[in-house]
């Protein structure tokens, strides 16, 4: 039985990253870009803090609650372990992306490997636009290969793709 829920857990949390990267493409990008748009503004264009994009926690925190709540309250146990999966995806997305890639707040700053720097740069790749369109990368943490790179590497095969 412990198995089972682990097993939900993490194929939850794993999960996640597509259900994020889905909304990030399709509603972030989409119908809900008024809430995204102060994200892909400049810093010193924005007024404090808290940005509107900061609502989509509640987007994530929201169904991660009804399962925990509906998971501990009823039969349906393997609710409580989707909701756990939800959270540590929560987590782990507010630790790369606000702490580390945006340095809302200043725990770590400089991670030196190659997936971190493939993630710096796949997010860097993303938020060079700063309009609805033509963005690229919306994933957080699986990215395409290209990332891993050198600027130079990457640039060659563009060109030798045209």
């Known amino acids: 039985m412990i198995a089972k829920y682990l097993l939900i857990t993490l194929f939850t949390a794993v999960g996640m990253e ?3 990267w889905f909304a990030h493409k399709y509603i972030m990008h989409g119908f809900l870009w ?5 994200h892909h503004k ?6 404090g803090f808290f940005e509107k994009n900061d609502l989509f926690f509640l987007v994530f925190a929201i169904p991660s609650m009804f399962c925990y709540m509906f998971g501990s ?3 349906w146990r393997s609710l409580l372990f989707i909701g756990i999966g939800i959270s540590i995806y929560g987590l782990i997305y507010f630790l790369i992306h606000d702490v580390y890639i945006h340095q809302r707040f200043k725990w770590f700053k400089q991670l030196d490997s190659k997936y971190s720097r493939g993630i710096l740069k796949a997010h860097g790749a993303h938020h060079a ?4 369109q033509d963005c690229e990368s919306f994933g ?3 990215v395409d290969n290209k990332y891993f790179k050198s600027r130079k590497a990457r ?5 030798q793709s045209f």
Do not use: G, R
């Not at 640039?155 to 060109?159: D, F, I, N, R």
């Open 155 to 159: 640039q060659q095969a563009e060109s």
């Open 18 to 20: 597509f259900v994020a």
């Open 129 to 132: 636009k700063t309009t609805k």
């Open 73 to 75: 309250f009823t039969s």
């Open 34 to 38: 008024s809430w995204h748009e102060d």
């Open 42 to 47: 400049p810093h010193y264009e924005k007024e």
């Open 140 to 142: 957080l943490l699986v």
